[in-house]
């Protein structure tokens, strides 16, 4: 059974985002919510605990290779989703992070993160092959909690606006103040268990959490397998070790706590595929 509508797909063409509700069971989103706080040895009924390391000033949590982590990668609906924007179930699932967003405070200015909008590629380079990014809410996320925002619909007219903008531009971030009319910064609240899915070429950010809670969420992408084996055996090897990718964004756990006392996580037949343990046929 499909999980994108007709109009789902009509959104997203739009929009160049999409939500996907109930993309796992809550107990899946319980078990990603109790391994952060344990991984952060924070206590989420005490905020002043909140604001230390390891979690990092922007929210990111560099844990990556959790059993909770997997379950929600490797759960059916998730990758349907995914299958259906790409018209191929043959992925591979990223080995993304998580997040845990405190709310500003007076007392931890280094953690009043404002975020910033932002391209997941060189925008110089158009047209772009089609990738998508996505981002699991893990409890109900209110556009104040400085969660997903984006510029809707900026991605359609995108080169156009290109054309009008100094040559030496940022390719990774657009000018906010000459955005076309009409377009703005949006924030895409979310409930718990929503899975939002964006087009790569949709300008778009976390912002600032000015609520009373912090923000939780596991980003959570996939793309087409391809055919390289020193990539698969790499990526074999970090789930089998508990490391972290090797790539500029990925900075790791200074403590290497999941790679010194964690467990490797157990994989479904899917998992197996979307992790490249097993070929897709």
């Known amino acids: 059974m499909s999980v994108l509508s007709a109009e789902d797909h009509a959104f997203f063409a739009e929009n160049g ?66 299958s259906e924007l790409f018209d191929t179930e043959k992925l591979w699932v990223s080995e993304d992070r998580v997040s845990m967003k405190p709310p500003v405070h007076p007392d931890y200015p280094e953690y009043n993160d404002k975020g910033f909008i932002h391209w997941d590629a060189d925008t110089s380079k158009l047209p772009l092959r089609f990738r998508v990014q996505g981002v699991l809410c893990l409890t109900d996320t209110t556009a104040d909690m400085g969660g997903f925002q984006c510029i809707p619909g900026f991605h359609r007219g995108l080169e156009e606006w290109i054309k009008t903008q100094p040559a030496d531009r940022n390719p990774h971030a657009p000018d906010l103040n000459a955005l076309p009319e ?83 996580a157990e994989l479904t037949p899917l998992g197996r595929k979307l992790l490249g343990l097993d070929l897709w046929e």
């Open 182 to 264: 009409g377009m703005k910064v949006t924030p895409i609240p979310g409930q718990a268990g929503d899975l939002i899915i964006w087009i790569n070429t949709l300008a778009h950010g976390n912002g600032l959490n000015v609520s009373s809670r912090p923000r939780l969420a596991q980003y959570i992408n996939m793309y087409p397998a391809p055919d390289d084996e020193a990539m698969r055996q790499a990526r074999i090897e970090r789930w089998r070790e508990r490391k972290a990718p090797q790539t500029h964004w990925a900075h790791g756990d200074p403590r290497r706590l999941e790679e010194l006392s964690g467990k490797t």
């Open 17 to 82: 985002y999409v939500v996907v509700p109930n993309a796992v069971p809550q107990e899946n989103l319980d078990a990603v919510v109790d391994a952060i706080w344990e991984f952060l040895g924070m206590n989420p009924d005490d905020p002043v605990t909140w604001y230390q390391g390891p979690v990092r000033h922007g929210g990111m949590v560099e844990m990556y290779q959790h059993q909770a982590m997997w379950d929600n990668r490797q759960y059916p609906r998730v990758h349907q989703a995914f």
